[in-house]
C-alpha cells in the first residue's frame, strides 16, 4: 500500500479529528496533488478536499467547506485532514488519493464514527 491513512476513531458530535495520509517508504508524495474521499455505508465515494502539490491550493467539497481543513507537510512525506465540528453525517472510511499519470493510488481508509 503506497499511501498509509491513519487518525480514524469514534467521536461525539461537535468534536474533532486529525486524519493523515503519508507516503509508504520510496513513495513520495510531495510531488503530487493529494485528494481525500469518503464512503459511508450505502452510499457511493464522495470527494471531500484536494490539495496541490505544494500546498498552496486547497478546495473542499460544500458538504466539509468551513469545518475541514487540508494540509501537508512535504518534509514528512504527509497530508492531513483537520476535521472539526463533526456531524453524524461525516461518519464514513476516509480515504487519500493520488495518481500518477494514469495509475490512480488509494490508501487503505481509515474508519471515522460521530456518534454520542
Known amino acids: 500500500v503506497q499511501l498509509q491513512a491513519s487518525g480514524g476513531g469514534l467521536v461525539q458530535p461537535g468534536g474533532s479529528l486529525r486524519l493523515s495520509c503519508a507516503g509508504a517508504s520510496g513513495f513520495d508524495i510531495y510531488n503530487y496533488a493529494i485528494a481525500w474521499f469518503r464512503q459511508a455505508p450505502g452510499k457511493e465515494r464522495e470527494w471531500i478536499s484536494c490539495?496541490?502539490?505544494?500546498?498552496?491550493?486547497?478546495v473542499y467539497a460544500d458538504s466539509v467547506k468551513g469545518r475541514f481543513t487540508i494540509s501537508r507537510d512535504n518534509r514528512k512525506n504527509t497530508v492531513y485532514l483537520q476535521m472539526n465540528s463533526l456531524k453524524p453525517d461525516d461518519t464514513a472510511v476516509y480515504y487519500c488519493?493520488?495518481?500518477?499519470?494514469?495509475?490512480?493510488?488509494w490508501g487503505q481508509g481509515t474508519q471515522v464514527t460521530v456518534s454520542s
Open positions: 490539495i496541490t502539490s505544494s500546498g498552496e491550493t486547497t
Open positions: 488519493y493520488t495518481k500518477r499519470g494514469q495509475t490512480p493510488y
